[in-house]
Every structure is written in C-alpha cells, then in structure tokens.
C-alpha cells in the first residue's frame, strides 16, 4: 500500500485563518497563524475531520493524535503537509541569491538552487524524525520530493518528506 502524503501551499492574503485553542496559542507571527489556518482547513476538507487536540514536544514539533502534520513559512509563502498513516514533513523556504559559505561547504554545495534544494530536505528530515540540527549525515535520509516553485514571481524552494508515499496537491 501506498501512504499518502498531503499538501498545500498559500501566500499572506489569500484567506484570514480562524484558529482556536492550543494552536492560537503558539503562533507568534502571521505567517505561523495562516500555516495552522491552511493545515487545518485542508485536513478537514480532505478527511472530512478536525486536527483533533495538537500538542508540541519540546523541540516545539506539533503532534495530533490522528496522523502527522508539517508546517513551514518563508517570506510570506506557507507550506503545510499531513498523512495519516506515514511521518511526513514539509519546508520551504526562498531562494536568495547568496547562501552562507560554511554551511554551502557543509553541504558540498556552491549554488544558491543546489543550497536551498539540499538545505529543505536537511530540514525535513530533521523535522520528521525530530533530530538535532547539528546530526550529520541528514541530508543522506531524505526520501520524498523537492521541487524550484514560483510564488509571485520569486522562487522558493520546497521539499516535503514521507517514505513509500504518493504526494497530492490539496
């Protein structure tokens, strides 16, 4: 069987998200509060179904007790994913035209495209599996996909993780 992973991106101004409870809670920035509003609006329009209760561990990585969700923002741009059977998740994140020089060495990387391509999977898997951002060998571990996207003429790059999963645009 084929897990399947879900997820959707908006920008800032494309809707007023309504959040309550625990997630209200935790967003400190417009960005964060459309993130929740997009997850939870494109769960329950997927599963017919509510996020449930949310809780975070301390790595401040949300948990729901009816599957797995991600969330990511950059420069205006939110990027949510969730399964329910499989750990997914998901980063963005806008392609500027220099990168850090220790950390593209890091990566064995020298472009801006390659940076943020090998720098949003690092991510994901770090977010996925909860690990230390300072865990070597991360990047090695990514199984999804990453692709260049436009939002408004700027480019950002995303990549969302989920092992043996089939990814659908919500």
């Known amino acids: ?8 991106i908006a920008k800032i101004g494309d ?6 409870g625990e997630i209200n809670n935790h967003c400190k920035t417009q ?10 609006q494109k769960h329950q329009e997927t599963f017919g179904e ?3 209760d949310v809780s ?3 790595s401040g990585k949300p948990i729901i007790d009816n599957g797995f969700i991600s969330l990511s923002h950059s420069n205006g741009v939110v990027a949510v994913c969730f399964s329910k059977n ?5 980063d963005i994140e806008l392609i500027k035209q220099t990168v850090p020089k220790n950390t593209a060495e890091f990566l064995g990387v020298k472009t801006p495209p390659d940076f943020y391509r090998k720098w949003t999977e690092r991510e994901c898997v ?7 951002a300072l865990k070597r060998g ?4 990514f199984i999804g996909f990453s692709t260049e996207i436009l939002v408004e003429k700027k480019a950002f790059y995303l990549s969302v993780y989920g092992e043996n999963a089939e990814f659908i645009k919500v």
């Open 86 to 90: 499989t750990l997914t998740a998901i």
């Open 15 to 20: 809707f007023t998200p309504v959040l309550k």
């Open 1 to 8: 069987m084929t897990n399947k992973v879900y997820y959707s």
């Open 56 to 58: 975070f561990e301390k």
């Open 126 to 132: 770090i977010k996925a599996k909860n690990y230390s």
């Open 138 to 141: 991360v990047e090695s571990e």
């Open 50 to 52: 509510d996020l449930g």
């Open 31 to 40: 960005e964060s509060a459309l993130a929740w509003g997009l997850l939870a």
